[in-house]
């Protein structure tokens, strides 16, 4: 029986009580008792307070001064802007999106925003969130070329620096892997989450090759290490002679067959930043890889690079059969790749300025567009 179901049987019975006799008062009180699992003499305080004083109900706590349809509205806004990341996340976004949101905020609705906590946000939309998940195809053969000559990954490279990399390719496939489609090739810097992506078609090695060149020509910063996993459209000669025969070689290497965690950056963003927007659909329509393509060059990395906060793992220890695991606060990758002081001062200016002319609410709207344009052309489920 609920806390307020128990209220109205009180407000019921207490009067009767009070008036019965003594045999009478027995019965109730045994009946009280037994329907809402009362102790004895704290049921009988109940039955014989004031009757005015069990029928008021004051609510505990301050009042709910962030329950109004203002805030609500903005938050569900951005909720819907960055696909329904978590609370904490929402809470970092807060700063980074409010001076660009198109509607303007009166001063009590903004100071209460800033002031927002986590905890608090969940409580205002845990009536109207709602969560989905899927799981997808895996669709990584093992490349049988050079594997002798690419190490595997033993230990973590150092987490501190910007320029060591995951790759994987998420297939767009649907529900068969039969024929040609397309796959978004993934790549994540550990230290700062910097995210690039191209589309290609299928998994030939020279396309993925191709892709791979021009990521790193946009990249803010210099390959230093370069982590996949054993599929063959990365064990190959192009991506060898490419890292390992340059001037300055990439610290080339690979995770051991079968153990998806050996990457779990990259495969952490194969959710968040592609199936989530991209879905499950199947992308077998050659008029598709120009549209992902233009997506993935322009507004799509300004976003996530720009403007979606992430948590990062600082440690992890185990305690008996607990494993306890402490993130640092939610930053955009680009606020960890100044933090780094890695960049030059140059390019720490043109990104900062990059950045001050973006509007994450119309970078969002554009994404939107381009997506449901790629998801029109996709093969029904």
């Known amino acids: 029986m609920s806390n307020q179901s128990k209220r109205e049987y009180l407000q019921a019975v207490q009067q009767r009580y009070q008036t019965a006799s003594a045999d ?61 990341i978590c609370s904490k996340r929402l809470k970092a976004m807060l700063r980074l999106w409010l001076p660009h949101y198109p509607h303007r905020l009166d001063e009590q609705t903004t100071q209460l925003l800033e002031k927002i906590s ?26 049988s070329l050079l594997r002798k000559q690419i190490p595997v990954k033993t230990q973590q490279w150092d987490e501190s620096r910007p320029g060591y990399l995951e790759a994987d390719t998420v297939a767009h496939c649907g529900a068969s892997m039969a024929g040609s489609f397309v796959y978004t090739l993934n790549l994540v810097d550990i230290a700062t989450g910097w995210s690039a992506f191209s589309a290609v078609w299928g998994k030939g090695q020279t396309g993925v090759y191709s892709a791979l060149k021009l990521i790193e020509h946009a990249l803010p910063f210099a390959i230093l290490g370069f ?25 080339y290497t690979r995770s051991r067959p079968y153990h998806k965690n050996d990457n779990a950056h990259i495969e952490q963003k194969n959710w968040s930043n592609i199936r989530q927007y991209l879905g499950y659909q199947r992308f077998d329509n050659p008029q598709i890889l120009p549209l992902m393509n233009d997506l993935y060059g322009n507004e799509f990395p ?80």
Not at 59 to 65: E, I, L, M, Q, S
């Open 24 to 84: 009478e008062k027995t019965r109730m009180l045994d009946e009280f008792c037994r329907v809402c699992e009362y102790h004895r003499k704290y049921a009988i305080r109940l039955l014989n307070a004031p009757a005015q004083r069990a029928a008021k109900h004051r609510p505990v706590g301050r009042p709910a001064a962030y329950h109004t349809p203002e805030i609500r509205s903005v938050l569900q806004r951005l909720a819907i802007a960055s696909n329904m």
């Open 227 to 251: 982590d996949s996993d054993n599929g063959s459209e990365f064990l190959n000669h192009h991506l060898y002679d490419y890292f390992c025969k340059r001037k300055r070689p990439v610290d």
């Open 118 to 143: 986590p905890a608090t946000i969940d409580r205002v939309l845990c009536d109207w969130r709602h969560r989905h998940g899927k799981i997808g195809l895996a669709t990584t053969k093992p490349g």
């Open 302 to 381: 300004l976003l996530v690079n720009f403007f979606l906060p992430s948590f990062k793992l600082i440690d992890k220890r185990r305690e008996g059969a607990q494993i306890i695991k402490s993130h640092d606060a939610p930053k955009t990758p680009f606020e960890r790749l100044s933090e780094s002081s890695l960049l030059s001062k140059r390019k720490q200016r043109e990104l900062e300025r990059l950045r001050d002319s973006l509007n994450p609410f119309e970078l969002q709207q554009q994404i939107k567009r381009k997506v449901l344009a790629i998801l029109a052309l996709a093969s029904p489920p």
